[in-house]
C-alpha cells in the first residue's frame, strides 16, 4: 500500500516522539528517504489575535496533512501553515491517538493568511482542486475519520462562503455530490514536529513521491499566478 497500514505506520510515529523527546530543537536525519525531523512548532498566537493583527485563519482538512500542507505553503499571501488535529474529544492528541480513529479529530492544516493578498475563496478553491471532496472519509489509500474533507470555519462569514462555494461546485463540477462538512473551528491542535514541512523536508519519502508531488505539480500547473517567487 502507498501509506503505510495505521497500525505500523503509528508505530514508527511513537518512536519518532521518543526521539523527538530526547532530542528536542534539534535536527535528526535518518537514512536516505525517511523523515527528517526539525524545529518543534510554536504555539503561536490565537487565531482571534491573528486577525486583529490584519491576518486572517482558514483551517482546512482534505487527507493527510502532509499533502495539505505542500500545497498552501506554496501560494502568495500565506505566512504560515501548521500541521495539526482539529474536531476531535479528547484535549492535546498525539498522531497515534488520531490515526486509530477513535478521537474524532482530523488531520488538519491552519493556515495564517493576509487578505489583501489571497481570498478566503480563493483557498477554497485550491483547497477543491487538491483532493477529492465526493469521497467520505477517505483520500486515496487513506481512510478514516481522520481524512475527512472538512472547512473549520472561524466566523460567520467564513460558513457562508463556504455554503455558496459548495453549493456552486456542485452544480458545475462534481457528478457525484460534494461531502465536505462544515465545522465550526474549535481548538488546532499542532501536531509532532516530524509532521511540520513534512514534504519539504522529505522530498524523496515514498509517500511523497507517490501522493504529495502529483498535488504540488497541479498547483504548480493550474495556480501558477498564486505561487510565491513568481
Known amino acids: 500500500m502507498i501509506r503505510k497500514q495505521s497500525v505500523l505506520l503509528c508505530t514508527a510515529v511513537a518512536l519518532g516522539?521518543?526521539?523527538?523527546?530526547?532530542?528536542?530543537?534539534?535536527?535528526?536525519?535518518?537514512?536516505?528517504?525517511?523523515?527528517?525531523?526539525?524545529?518543534?512548532?510554536?504555539?503561536?498566537?490565537?487565531?482571534?489575535?491573528?486577525?486583529?493583527?490584519?491576518?486572517?485563519?482558514?483551517?482546512?482538512?482534505?487527507?493527510?496533512?502532509?499533502?495539505?500542507?505542500?500545497?498552501?505553503?506554496?501560494?502568495?499571501?500565506?505566512?504560515?501553515?501548521?500541521s495539526g488535529y482539529i474536531g476531535g474529544s479528547v484535549d492535546n492528541p498525539n498522531y497515534k491517538q488520531v490515526c486509530s480513529g477513535r478521537t474524532g479529530h482530523a488531520e488538519a492544516v491552519e493556515i495564517t493568511y493576509d487578505p489583501a493578498k489571497v481570498e478566503f475563496e480563493e483557498l477554497m478553491e485550491i483547497f477543491f482542486a487538491t483532493h477529492d471532496p465526493t469521497t467520505l472519509n477517505r483520500?486515496?489509500?487513506?481512510?478514516?475519520?481522520?481524512?475527512?474533507?472538512?472547512?473549520?470555519?472561524?466566523?460567520?462569514?467564513?460558513?457562508?462562503?463556504?455554503?455558496?462555494?459548495?453549493?456552486?461546485?456542485?452544480?458545475?463540477k462534481y457528478n457525484s455530490k460534494i461531502v465536505t462538512k462544515l465545522e465550526k473551528a474549535t481548538k488546532f491542535y499542532p501536531a509532532e514536529l516530524y509532521h511540520q514541512d513534512f514534504f519539504q523536508n522529505n522530498p524523496n519519502y515514498g509517500y511523497c513521491q507517490a501522493v504529495v508531488v502529483p498535488k504540488v505539480r497541479k498547483v504548480n500547473r493550474s495556480f501558477s499566478e498564486k505561487l510565491k517567487d513568481k
Open 139 to 172: 483520500q486515496g489509500a487513506d481512510s478514516g475519520t481522520q481524512y475527512r474533507s472538512s472547512i473549520f470555519f472561524h466566523n460567520d462569514q467564513q460558513l457562508e462562503e463556504a455554503k455558496k462555494y459548495i453549493e456552486k461546485l456542485n452544480k458545475t
Open 17 to 82: 516522539a521518543i526521539l523527538a523527546a530526547v532530542l528536542p530543537q534539534t535536527v535528526l536525519t535518518q537514512a536516505q528517504g525517511n523523515p527528517v525531523v526539525t524545529a518543534v512548532p510554536a504555539e503561536g498566537d490565537s487565531s482571534d489575535d491573528k486577525q486583529s493583527s490584519g491576518k486572517a485563519v482558514a483551517t482546512f482538512a482534505g487527507g493527510c496533512f502532509w499533502c495539505t500542507e505542500a500545497v498552501f505553503e506554496r501560494i502568495e499571501g500565506v505566512d504560515n501553515v501548521v
